[in-house]
């Protein structure tokens, strides 16, 4: 009895510590602007999208300037905040950040639990493996396959493959180590994250992406569910961007023909 | 002020439930064999800890400070991608084709709690007057003999509460299999909190069956203690 009066009372704690963490303002653009800071979610290992730059030790990327570039706009400073795929939702809802910016991509059960802005950045999931291994998605079928905790690659591939064996590691580099020494036959995310991992690889010869694509991935940024101002100004300022060229920029600065990638944008930022 | 709604319906029953009780089954799975085996590991490391034989000695004594000393996590990581640097060709492939996340887990975690399990015992050892290991030898014992018979059986029943603590602590350790793609309990709540975004009531969920599963081996172990060792104690 005196056991189950303990356990009820961590339990109770357990209860009390979760109610004490919410506490996220309903205005985000008022509030960011009081406080002269704009608090953001990114990767920092995930070149180009956001990842720390080795000569001036920031965190640079893709991500990063479209976070830059609506701070600007709002007369505020940015500070940003290192997540996960799986630490960037509840980080939100707690307020410990205002905005994701990490590679995030739109998906209808995300959309019930935050907003989303336009797609800023447009792509689709493919698989990294070793060369003349993967033709075509049968190709796949019973083997392992490894991507990362809490991303949308995870859930996609076990939709598109139910017979392989998805392996999820804590981050996309640990995934492909376990691919260079035969732990898994393929790993799995968005072909730029692919593309930004296969270009930093020693041996990258010996790997290639194969042209087998299993979803459309758009990118969005996401605010807190309702926080309307916000998710208003975020858009208008995107359009903005998109007007002046200043996305195309971005797109070409970490992504075109000067950088290692050659990727050509094949698609606009609109209001979706 | 919270925005968060509970749903406390999604983890008891359906997709989620079911994912959540198979992380549970591994997780059963991987502290069984953990618990067996370090223990078994842990009291010959003690015995050759105490041996006469110098060599012996000194490799049981590396062996203790090196896998006492070093973050759990880093042996994960040690056994399942530093090996495949060590092992040849065929042994890797051998390995990535049978389930070596799994392997690799209990490996670490075996060994890791064998090295603490191997301390407590001895620690028990010196808690038994030594005249009792030197009559055991007069009479005609050998030193191994000495130990089981003698030694081992009075120093294990001390060491039991010590023991209790480094079982539940490999029990608990065992959700660091996750960062290598093991799909125990810890890593189902967080799938569950990735599908589902119900993120309190998975790990609320995960605790609870935590908690219950320290309860069950600690009373288990007391059980064990008052009922089979100690009966004249009861």
């Known amino acids: 009895m005196k056991k189950m009066a303990t356990m009820l009372a961590a339990v109770a704690m357990f209860g009390l510590a979760g109610k004490a963490m919410a506490a996220a303002p309903a205005d985000t653009l008022a509030e960011v602007k009081k406080k002269g800071v704009l608090v953001a979610g990114v990767k920092d290992s995930l070149p180009p999208f956001g990842y720390i730059d080795e000569k001036s030790r920031q965190i640079v990327g893709y991500d990063i300037d479209f976070v830059n570039a609506i701070a600007r706009k709002l007369g505020v400073k940015v500070e940003l905040k290192p997540v996960t795929s799986a630490s960037r939702m509840p980080q939100l809802q707690e307020g410990h950040i205002d905005i994701i910016a990490a590679t995030m991509t739109k998906n209808p059960e995300r959309a019930k639990q935050i907003d989303f802005s336009h797609t800023y950045f447009f792509t689709g999931q493919k698989f990294i493996a070793r060369k003349g291994t993967v033709k075509k998605v049968s190709d796949l079928e019973g083997k392992k396959i490894g991507t990362a905790k809490g991303s949308t690659s995870e859930q996609n591939v076990r939709r598109a493959i139910v017979t392989a064996n998805v392996i999820s590691f804590d981050d996309y580099p640990q995934a492909f180590l376990a691919l260079q020494q035969g732990k898994v036959q393929a790993i799995t995310t968005d072909e730029a994250i692919l593309a930004g991992i296969l270009a930093k690889a020693p041996n990258k010869s010996q790997f290639e992406i194969p042209a087998v694509q299993i979803s459309d991935e758009p990118y969005g940024l996401g605010m807190r569910k309702g926080d309307k101002n916000f998710v208003d100004f975020v858009n208008r300022t995107l359009l903005e961007m998109e007007k002046s060229g200043e996305t195309k920029k971005i797109f070409n600065k970490w992504f075109g023909p000067s950088t290692q990638f050659h990727l050509k944008r094949n698609f606009a930022l609109t209001a979706d | ?234």
Do not use: C
């Open chain 2, 1 to 234: 002020m919270l925005s968060y709604q509970f749903d406390w319906s999604i983890i008891t029953s359906g997709k989620y439930f079911e994912w959540l009780v198979s992380g549970l089954v591994l997780t059963l799975q991987i502290s069984t064999v953990g618990i067996i085996f370090s223990f078994i590991i842990g009291l010959l490391i003690a015995v050759m800890r105490m041996s006469y034989f110098r060599p012996v000695r000194w490799f049981a004594h590396a062996y203790l400070e090196f896998f006492r000393n070093t973050p759990l996590l880093v042996q994960i990581f040690f056994w399942y991608f530093g090996s495949y640097k060590l092992l040849p060709t065929v042994a890797n492939d051998w390995l990535n084709n049978n389930n070596f996340e799994f392997a690799a887990a209990v490996i670490a975690l075996t060994i890791y709690t064998s090295a603490f399990i191997a301390e407590d015992i001895r620690s028990g050892v010196l808690s038994i007057p030594k005249e009792q290991l030197e009559a055991a030898r007069s009479a005609g014992f050998s030193y191994l003999a000495a130990m089981q018979y003698i030694i081992l059986p009075q120093a294990v029943r001390i060491t039991v509460p010590p023991l209790v603590n480094q079982f539940l602590n490999l029990a608990k350790n065992s959700s660091l299999a996750m960062t290598i793609g093991v799909a125990e309990l810890t890593y189902q709540a967080r799938q569950v909190e990735s599908y589902s975004f119900k993120g309190f009531e998975a790990f609320t969920a995960a605790t609870l069956v935590y908690l219950v599963l320290s309860i069950i081996i600690t009373a288990l172990v007391h059980q064990y203690n008052v009922r089979i060792l100690n009966p004249h104690r009861a």
